[in-house]
């Protein structure tokens, strides 16, 4: 019996937004009497954040402080549209929301500061609560004083929306060509997994996982890492663990409960280094980009490439299981090489399984390469 | 700037921590009625006989409804956006997966609707089922839906494509060619809240609906089409969710709810014991990739053909979205200048999958990362080299001709290196995502990366 | 259905025998990890239910050198408390709250799992030749463990006999997943009647290995021995791990548990 | 049955052998115990019955007729955190915060069995809790902190007051 060290490399990217666009996220922020601020937003938190990502970024594009925001993503009578938490959009498109409708509302507050003062509203502006003028930090007005004028003075309501969307992208169904950016932004990420590989019962076990990510912008480092480090966890789910069809193509011996489902526990808690790069998009709200999806990426394929560090084998099918190990330990297969041609896992592909030939309707081959 | 960039507790931190979140489950409303389904225990099968007549008539059972009782039965999850619908609410004149809703009851309890769901005389037609995709294209293959085993309509194709470049002359000029098949399996998304709706039928006729949806708008729709009403006679209440990792953004309990509260005038909840989300719930997608590189010895990408499959399981769902974006993300975090992609979404007699964390992608990144580990080890070649060589740089091209801004293929990687201590040769050290030139820009990357006139 | 369950909560051993009686009808809940999800979802509706949770039925006590477990005695509290290999085994069962809440004879008793093998501790009872004291119809008898698990549905388990082994062994696959079912494990244990070995999540249930057994008894070494382990069980498909990989690992965990006796 | 939750009596009509999760949660709306499974197989469930951990869907109420049962609604006194909630809040063990009732409630009896467990003992005696986020670095932080007493109980259980003082990088 033996236990063997390897070490594997896995590089990603992962696109903001829903692919092709299309999908809009719009806000809705007012002031109340007090200067504090009320945020509405359709956006789900589905734990990754959303309500603490958007009150951040409306705080600060009002000058504000943080507590005086509060957001209301309870319903749909209230917040106007928000296309949904999938596709890593919230922080980009439903934080952009948030953010062009605070700055609308920062607009209508240098107005109303405006007339208070008498200074063109070019010639403010707004930190930490308080509108001031550029040049002569004694002239200034609290933004409470603003709203309540507003509210009991001018008769107005600070407000300001916002909606973001970038226009759906259409695609070239012969080419795949498109015909604008069919992203917001594009996140990249670097994964390097350390795993022991027991080469008589096929069981790996993940040591480390050093990850790195671009955020583009971090607007809340601990719910960042949040992601990360639940992104590793889950990719090493489906590196190693998971399973819903454990002999897939079979479709029984599908497990009924969380004790025949092997899914990550705190035993399977690897050492994780996460290193977070911040290299700004151009669009999106203070340079973030996005995290959530692609934070489960990168895990499989550097354990896998690990195992073949350790032992020499490639295992093509996740999950890496015990048993798909020892069968790729006991069978060895080196690729057939034919010409220039290095060919792996002819047995599994469509040809090597499926009986017709492998050509489709159009006489294209399934095959990658044609006779 | 204060709030952006800080380490600010979570907004709902506290409430969470003192149990004051209150999820789809938690909220009471007097006079609920409880829904249980009646599931399909076959994979394939034809419905022959379906009478609710007894469970109707049980005391306490407030209502029980079937494809009829569905305004627009048959929709699909991206109707919206042009998919045709192809997935009934409820089962039509068959079964396409084992668990399917056929009939759903509302009763006075869980225990009461249970037995009333156990009391529907129900008769099958079973069919031999198709679970494996590389089948999908036999001649004999079972034909699961009427229009074959195989989604149609990427356009005039029956297939997602990319072409890009010169793929022929690619293969033909390569030192090497590597080819490799990567299969990553269904997983379950596993969110700890389980499917749950509550909906309250309101005295001036709207329907509020307590949702766990991830996307309470999208659901809205999906509802009222289903309903065939105007969206101001639903209000979504949402926006709380114990997890959900793509799998809620199905709407998988909403519509249903909301039809047995119309049909009962009470409140109808209905919450998926652990043992339906695993036999019903959609799953993560198994994919089937098949990859040939055409490369040089000093570990240039010149090109390469790819063939996907994609489980689709039942019912399309998000599986045409989902391909497409595993498309245009096939070659990874790298620049190849010649592509012939085709992808397929293929139909199985399984639960239809769905969209999960890294939709699309998360597969391409493993089949991308795996084959560039092989084609490393095959070359005798370090993988983070092949990697930086190959890597996206401002003004490169994606496969389906997008101009790349600000790739971080290069700063990524340069960081891993440096924290594990991976020695890099100094050319390799000093990369950067700035626009190809001098040996990064060979002559097969000229001709259609840097020039070419798609750009913006 | 849980509402019209006739629920009985004897008050000490006497009663629990009492209302157990023949054992018709009624489902016992010990701990209730294994009864409880079944009673919640509707799949279990007995008409009556035993509840022993005040029944007196558990503790652990020694004398002329066996041990004597009381059938509701939880498996937590057999963690060092009891001989090896059931301290051991009953260590690889659950986290702390299910083993602090399931009890020696619900273990004992455990039906396999749709997806997943059940009653991790059978096969250390199997290895010790556990004595088993029910009642049920015909009245208490004890029996040894292997014929309870032959015959032993319907009755209430009052207590288990063991004796200490002169030595003993325990393995398992995997890593430890305390929200997982045991994949299999291997116990062994060396008396005055020579060595005894048995597998769980070989089968619906623990099994012995006799074949094993007699080649020890012939002389053969670990290995010898741990090679034999295959012609007494047939591993199957579940949704933990394949019949081909428990067959493959069987033979090894046989060789550890017995390396330590 | 009668059961003292949180400290205050309840005779309840919740039939007795029904669970102690759907006693709580349906007849007394205690909702922070989860009903993840119903299966013994996540911990969200998990509520502290006479000082002990118990996963509250495996417990039969005739099992435990007058018990003292605590959930995280009365884990701090009189509005306050308790030492594991602030090591919780602190540390971002939350995300979607569906297991965290479950999680805080077997740290704290971890806790009381063995006051200043180290990692190992921390991880081996929350395995049995799922978090499918999954925030088991920060779970295990926190409940790391707890252990060395190394949690702010000063905190403010309202919101304001708190946010910009400590966590501003500017």
């Known amino acids: 019996m033996a236990k063997h060290r390897g070490r594997g490399i896995a590089t990603i990217e992962y696109p903001t937004g829903m692919n092709q666009n299309g999908d809009p996220s719009q806000a809705w922020v007012k002031l109340k009497p007090d200067g504090r601020v009320d945020v509405f937003a359709g956006t789900v938190d589905i734990g990754q954040g959303s309500r603490t990502v958007h009150t951040q970024i409306v705080a600060d594009t009002l000058g504000v402080p943080y507590d005086w925001v509060t957001m209301d993503n309870t319903n749909t009578d209230s917040s106007p549209v928000c296309t949904g938490s999938f596709a890593s959009r919230g922080t980009f498109i439903g934080g952009n929301a948030v ?181 700004p998009s151009a669009d999106g709200p203070f340079g973030a980009k996005a995290i959530g999806e692609m934070a489960n990426n990168a895990q499989p394929p550097a354990i896998c490439a690990a195992i073949h560090d350790a032992v020499g084998v490639w295992v093509t099918e996740c999950p890496a299981t015990p048993e798909r190990v020892l069968r790729a330990l006991d069978e060895r297969a080196e690729p057939r090489r034919d010409g220039k041609r290095v060919i792996f896992d002819e047995a599994v592909s469509v040809r090597g399984v499926s009986a017709n030939a492998g050509k489709d309707a159009e006489g294209h081959g399934f095959i990658l390469v044609d006779d | 700037m204060k709030a952006v960039g800080a380490r600010l507790p979570r907004y709902d931190g506290l409430a969470q921590i003192t149990g004051q979140v209150r999820y789809v489950d938690d909220v009471r409303v007097p006079g609920t009625l409880w829904a249980k389904a009646l599931r399909s225990p076959h994979h394939f099968a034809g419905i022959t006989k379906l009478d609710t007549g007894k469970a109707e008539a049980m005391e306490g059972v407030h209502a ?112 090497v060619i590597v080819q490799g098949v990567y299969r990553p399996q269904a997983i379950e998304h596993c969110p700890l809240e389980p499917q749950t709706a509550l909906v309250v039928p309101e005295a001036d006729g709207r329907l509020t609906i307590y949702s766990c949806t991830q996307a309470m708008y999208f659901s809205m729709g999906v509802v009222a089409a289903h309903l065939q009403c105007p969206l101001n006679r639903l209000k979504f209440v949402g926006g709380t969710v114990g997890g959900g990792f793509g799998g809620k953004v199905d709407t998988a309990t909403e519509t249903v709810c909301a039809l047995l509260a119309m049909k009962s005038k009470r409140p109808v909840k209905w919450r998926w014991t652990r043992e339906e989300e695993f036999l019903a719930s959609s799953t993560r997608a198994p994919w089937h990739m098949e990859i040939a590189d055409a490369v040089t010895s000093d570990g240039w990408i010149l090109g390469r053909k790819m063939l996907t499959l994609h489980d689709a399981g039942a019912y399309t769902r998000f599986s045409s979205y989902g391909l497409t974006k595993h498309a245009f993300h096939h070659t990874g975090a790298y620049t190849i200048p010649n592509l012939n992609f085709n992808g397929y979404v293929v139909f199985t007699n399984r639960v239809p999958t769905t969209a999960m964390r890294g939709f699309g992608v998360t597969s391409v990144s493993y089949a991308a990362e795996m084959h560039m580990n092989r084609i490393a080890d095959v070359l005798g070649l370090d993988p983070f080299a092949v990697r930086l060589k190959n890597a996206n740089r401002i003004g490169d091209l994606t496969g389906n001709m997008v101009r790349l801004k600000d790739p971080s293929t290069v700063a ?23 626009p190809r030139t001098g040996e990064l820009l060979p002559e097969h990357l000229k001709a259609s990366v840097a020039t070419n006139g798609s750009e913006d | 259905m849980t509402h019209s369950t006739n629920v009985l909560v004897p008050q000490s051993p006497e009663e629990a025998v009492a209302s157990f009686g023949d054992g018709a009808g009624i489902t016992v809940v010990a701990g209730g990890t294994i009864v409880m999800p079944e009673l919640s979802s509707g799949r279990l509706r007995p008409e009556r239910a035993l509840v022993l949770a005040n029944a007196g039925l558990d503790g652990i006590s020694a004398a002329n050198g066996a041990v004597t477990i009381g059938a509701t005695t939880p498996v937590l509290a057999l963690v060092g408390a009891t001989p090896e290999p059931l301290s051991t085994f009953a260590a690889y069962v659950g986290d702390y709250e299910i083993r602090s809440q399931a009890t020696i004879g619900g273990n004992l008793c455990a039906p396999p799992g749709p997806e997943s093998p059940r009653g991790d501790l059978q096969a250390p009872l199997l290895a010790l030749g556990a004595r088993i004291r029910s009642a049920g119809a015909g009245g208490e008898r004890t029996e040894p463990v292997e014929d309870f698990l032959a015959g032993g549905e319907g009755r209430l388990v009052l207590a ?24 299999m494990a291997v116990a062994a244990a060396a008396g005055a009647d020579g060595v005894r070995v048995a597998v769980t999540g070989a089968g619906p249930r623990a099994q012995r290995l006799p074949s094993v057994e007699q080649a020890l008894a012939g002389g053969a070494d670990a290995t010898a021995a741990a090679a034999k382990a295959t012609d007494d069980v047939t591993p199957a498909d579940d949704a933990l791990a394949s019949a081909w990989y428990r067959a493959r690992m069987l033979p090894r965990l046989v060789e550890q548990a017995l390396s330590q006796l | 049955m009668k059961l003292y939750v949180n400290g205050i009596e309840h005779d309840l009509e919740t039939p007795p052998l029904e669970s102690l999760l759907t006693a709580l949660r349906e007849e007394l709306a205690i909702t922070s115990p989860k009903a993840g499974c119903n299966q013994g197989g996540c911990g969200a469930c998990t509520v502290i019955v006479d000082g002990e951990p118990r996963r509250s869907c495996l417990t039969p109420l005739a099992a435990i007729d007058g018990a003292s049962v605590t959930t995280v609604e009365g884990l701090g006194a009189d509005g306050a955190l308790s030492p594991i909630q602030a090591a919780f809040f602190d540390h971002y063990a939350t995300q979607c915060g569906f297991c965290v009732s479950g999680f805080m409630l077997a740290a704290h009896t971890l806790l009381e069995r063995e006051p200043g467990a180290g990692r190992d003992r921390i991880i081996e005696g929350l395995a049995g809790h799922l978090c499918r986020c999954t925030g088991y670095v920060k779970i295990v932080e926190a409940v790391e902190a707890a252990a060395r007493g190394d949690v702010d109980l000063s905190r403010d259980r309202d919101r304001e007051s708190e946010f910009l003082t400590e966590g501003s990088q500017a």
Request: aromatic share 6%.
């Open chain 3, 160 to 183: 288990i006999e063991v004796d200490e082994p002169t030595s003993s062994g325990a393995s398992a696959i995997g890593r430890p997943h305390a929200h997982n079912y045991t994949i």
């Open chain 2, 64 to 175: 029980v409804i079937t494809k009829d009782d569905v305004p627009l039965n048959v929709y699909g999850h991206l109707s919206a956006l042009g998919v045709p619908g192809d997935e009934p609410l409820l089962a039509e004149d068959e079964v396409r997966y084992k668990g399917q809703p056929i009939a759903v009851v509302a009763a006075e309890t869980e225990e009461l609707a249970q037995a009333a769901v156990e009391s529907i005389e129900i008769a099958y037609d079973e069919r031999e089922p198709l679970f494996d995709m590389r089948k999908a294209f036999d001649a004999d293959a079972a034909p699961i839906h009427p229009w074959g085993p195989v989604y149609n309509h990427f356009g005039p194709p029956d297939h997602r494509r990319i072409r890009k470049g010169d793929v022929e002359k690619a293969f033909a000029d390569a030192d």
């Open chain 2, 412 to 434: 990524v990687m340069l960081a891993a290196a440096e924290r594990i201590g991976h020695e890099l040769p100094a050319e390799l050290r000093g990369m950067t995502n700035e």
């Open chain 1, 99 to 279: 953010r062009f409708a605070a700055e609308k509302a920062r607009e209508r507050v240098l107005d109303i500061a405006s007339k208070e003062l008498e200074i063109d509203p070019a010639d403010l502006e707004i930190a930490d609560g308080e509108v001031v003028a550029k040049g002569a930090p004694d002239r200034k007005i609290s933004i409470s004083d603003v709203a309540a004028a507003a509210t009991w003075v001018h008769g107005e309501l600070i407000t300001g929306t916002g909606a973001a969307l970038k226009p759906y992208a259409v695609v070239d169904d012969d080419t795949g060509k498109v015909d604008i950016d069919p992203h917001s932004a594009i996140s990249y990420a670097a994964c390097v997994a350390e795993v022991e590989v027991d080469d008589e019962t096929g069981e790996v076990t993940v040591e480390k996982m050093v990850q790195v990510y671009d955020v583009g912008r971090a607007i809340n480092p601990m719910l960042v890492e949040g992601q990360i480090d639940g992104g590793a966890m889950m990719g090493l789910g489906l590196g190693l663990l998971e399973a819903a069809y454990p002999y897939y193509p079979s479709a029984e011996h599908r497990g009924g409960e969380f004790g025949a489902y092997l899914m990550p526990s705190l035993e399977d808690l690897p050492e994780l280094d996460n290193v977070i790069i911040e290299n």
